[in-house]
């Protein structure tokens, strides 16, 4: 039994909390070992959205395969809210440094700096202050526009329904893809986002429409962009022909496999590139053979 503790802070967001929560509740259900338990310094944690939750205010026993979450909450500045005081602060420290993971969403990566946790590791938070989280931290590497970052057991994501890729994550890392795939499937979560995607990424732009059938094949090419992909293999796996399966698709994302293929392609290359990395490598690790598609297809864009 894996014991999921979530530390509440006052004003943290509902959906930095539920995200997660709904994540391993449903792993439960599915008959993988979790138990739930959230803990505070107070009983009462009044909510951003206005209600107000009932927590522990003593921890569990805690071994290396449980896991802490530190979800988000309302302000500018991660520092401007969520005071701990430093029992808690050692308690997330102590249970690091005994082998346990500890996770963050949004401004939660703030009570991970403060209890030491960021220094000398990669992590993220919200867009909106991860300028603030490098100045509070000189010794983290803050990694912009990314879904999450996993670094020795520190894991940080994004913010707000970045906590469920996160939670997908770890699940996945726990029991396998498959898991988390089933777990998304039952929370009509269709794309399942990888740590290194765009904060606003064209996985998600893509996916406003309830044709399964083409959901099952945008989460293929999700996960095996830079491969090459026939149109054949795409139709065998979503059970319906190809001339079917190509007017489904671009019924309800507006582009053809192939062209979805290339957006996150072309999506990916960007970042890349945007992180330093040349146009020919760049083009090489999304799949494509020389940098001359990439290049048209940046100039189409």
Same mark, same amino acid.
């Given at each position: 039994?894996?014991?999921v503790?979530?530390?509440?802070v006052?004003?943290?967001? &509902?959906?930095?909390?539920?995200?997660?929560?709904?994540?391993?509740?449903?792993?439960?259900?599915?008959?993988?070992?979790?138990?739930?338990?959230?803990?505070?310094?107070?009983?009462?944690?009044? $909510?951003?959205?206005?209600? @107000?939750?009932?927590?522990?205010? $003593?921890?569990?026993?805690?071994?290396?395969?449980? &896991?802490?979450?530190?979800?988000?909450?309302?302000?500018?500045?991660?520092?401007?809210?969520?005071?701990? @005081?430093?029992?808690?602060?050692?308690?997330?420290?102590?249970?690091?440094?005994?082998?346990?993971?500890?996770?963050?969403?949004?401004?939660?990566?703030?009570?991970?700096?403060?209890?030491?946790?960021?220094?000398?590791?990669?992590?993220? !938070?919200?867009?909106?202050?991860?300028?603030?989280?490098?100045?509070? /931290?000189?010794?983290?590497?803050?990694?912009?526009?990314?879904?999450?970052?996993?670094?020795?057991?520190?894991?940080?994501?994004?913010?707000?329904a $970045?906590?469920?890729?996160?939670?997908?994550?770890?699940?996945?890392?726990?029991?396998?893809?498959?898991?988390?795939?089933?777990? =998304?499937?039952?929370?009509?979560?269709?794309?399942?986002?990888?740590?290194?995607?765009?904060?606003?990424?064209?996985?998600?732009?893509h996916?406003?429409?309830?044709?399964?059938?083409?959901?099952?094949?945008?989460?293929?090419?999700?996960?095996? /962009?830079?491969?090459?992909?026939?149109?054949?293999?795409?139709? !065998?796996?979503?059970?319906?022909?190809?001339? !079917?399966l190509?007017?489904?698709?671009?019924? =309800? !994302?507006?582009?053809?496999?192939?062209? /979805?293929?290339q957006?996150?392609?072309?999506?990916?290359?960007?970042?890349?590139?945007?992180?330093?990395?040349?146009?020919? $490598?760049?083009?090489?690790?999304?799949?494509?053979?020389?940098?001359?598609?990439?290049?048209?297809?940046?100039?189409?864009?």
């Amino acid at each position: 039994m894996t014991r999921v503790v979530f530390l509440l802070v006052p004003q943290l967001h &509902l959906l930095d909390l539920a995200g997660p929560a709904q994540v391993f509740s449903t792993a439960a259900d599915l008959g993988h070992g979790y138990e739930i338990g959230y803990v505070a310094e107070q009983e009462d944690v009044p $909510s951003a959205q206005g209600v @107000t939750l009932r927590a522990d205010t $003593s921890w569990p026993a805690l071994t290396a395969d449980d &896991l802490v979450v530190v979800p988000g909450w309302r302000s500018p500045f991660p520092g401007d809210s969520g005071a701990l @005081t430093p029992d808690t602060l050692q308690r997330l420290a102590a249970h690091h440094a005994a082998g346990g993971t500890v996770a963050s969403v949004c401004s939660g990566a703030d009570v991970l700096g403060r209890a030491g946790l960021l220094d000398g590791r990669h992590c993220t !938070t919200h867009h909106e202050v991860q300028d603030e989280l490098a100045a509070r /931290y000189p010794r983290a590497s803050v990694v912009p526009d990314v879904l999450y970052v996993v670094d020795d057991r520190v894991v940080t994501s994004a913010g707000i329904a $970045s906590g469920i890729d996160l939670a997908l994550h770890l699940v996945a890392v726990r029991h396998g893809p498959s898991a988390a795939a089933r777990i =998304a499937r039952s929370m009509v979560v269709y794309a399942r986002r990888n740590g290194d995607e765009r904060q606003a990424s064209a996985m998600l732009r893509h996916r406003a429409h309830l044709v399964d059938a083409v959901h099952q094949v945008q989460d293929l090419i999700d996960t095996r /962009y830079t491969s090459r992909l026939s149109l054949s293999d795409l139709s !065998t796996a979503a059970g319906v022909s190809e001339r !079917t399966l190509t007017r489904r698709f671009t019924a =309800a !994302t507006g582009l053809t496999p192939l062209r /979805y293929q290339q957006e996150l392609r072309l999506e990916r290359a960007e970042h890349l590139i945007s992180h330093g990395a040349t146009s020919e $490598s760049a083009a090489h690790a999304v799949g494509f053979q020389d940098a001359r598609m990439l290049r048209r297809l940046r100039a189409r864009a």
